[in-house]
């Protein structure tokens, strides 16, 4: 069974970069059928995609967070990682790692999450 | 505000059956991108609850079932169960990016 794990600092103080992990157990994050990306929930709010990346380090961000963010993989360590920077109050959130499984639509292929880390609530405050 | 417009809240009695609908526009849902739905449970992670616009998950039982139509999804609940109490939400692509809806959140009475 595919598991995903977030784990990073709980408090990032303003302005500085907040740095999150997710480590990928029972399955390779190498397959070629698949993206691995961010999420994120403000609280009290609704989800926010923040960005996708492939085992070959290929990316995909919002383009509402694309300046700020980078998000990287390391398949010797099955993990891939994400970096936010110059955070404010408005990134506290709860952000989810999760697994992305292509869909081939009739006019268009897509991804869905299938697998969701349980999330980590990172707090931005001094 | 969102990409994919929900509405905020919908309700219903134990039994009864609600909809909820997911609006996008002709980049996103009318651009041919299909339609997947999440049910957060107050709490806990998103888990994929329908896949392209209609597919069930293995163990998601068949009371969910899920449409598209145009530049519009819909997510219905029949025999609406207490259980069922749950934030829900839409995702899909607009301009080869991923676009979630706003959510919305199902109250059983």
């Known amino acids: 069974q595919l598991q995903l794990q977030e784990s990073g600092p709980g408090l990032v103080k303003p302005s500085e970069t907040l740095s999150l992990t997710c480590t990928v157990s029972?399955?390779?994050?190498?397959?070629?059928?698949?993206?691995w990306g961010w999420i994120r929930q403000p609280p009290g709010k609704g989800l926010e995609w923040i960005g996708s990346i492939y085992y070959s380090g290929s990316t995909y961000y919002n383009p509402s967070l694309k300046s700020r963010v980078t998000i990287s993989v390391d398949t010797s360590k099955n993990q891939f990682s994400l970096k936010l920077s110059s955070v404010t109050a408005a990134d506290t959130a709860v952000y989810y790692c999760?697994?992305?499984?292509?869909?081939?639509?009739?006019?268009?292929?897509?991804?869905?999450?299938?697998?969701w880390g349980q999330g980590t609530l990172v707090t931005v405050s001094s | 505000q969102s990409v994919l417009t929900q509405p905020p809240s919908v309700s219903g009695a134990p039994g009864q059956r609600v909809t909820i609908s997911c609006t996008g526009s002709s980049s996103n849902i009318g651009a041919g991108y299909d339609v997947h739905w999440y049910q957060q449970l107050p709490g806990t992670a998103p888990k994929l609850l329908i896949y392209g616009n209609s597919n069930r998950p293995s163990g998601v039982p068949d009371r969910f079932s899920g449409s598209k139509s145009g530049t519009s999804a819909s997510l219905a609940i029949t025999g609406l169960q207490a259980e069922d109490e749950a934030d829900y939400y839409c995702q899909s692509y607009d301009s080869s990016l991923s676009v979630f809806g706003g959510g919305t959140k199902l109250t059983v009475l």
């Open positions: 029972g399955g390779s994050i190498s397959s070629s059928s698949y993206y």
């Open positions: 999760a697994r992305l499984w292509p869909y081939s639509g009739y006019d268009a292929d897509s991804y869905y999450f299938d697998y």
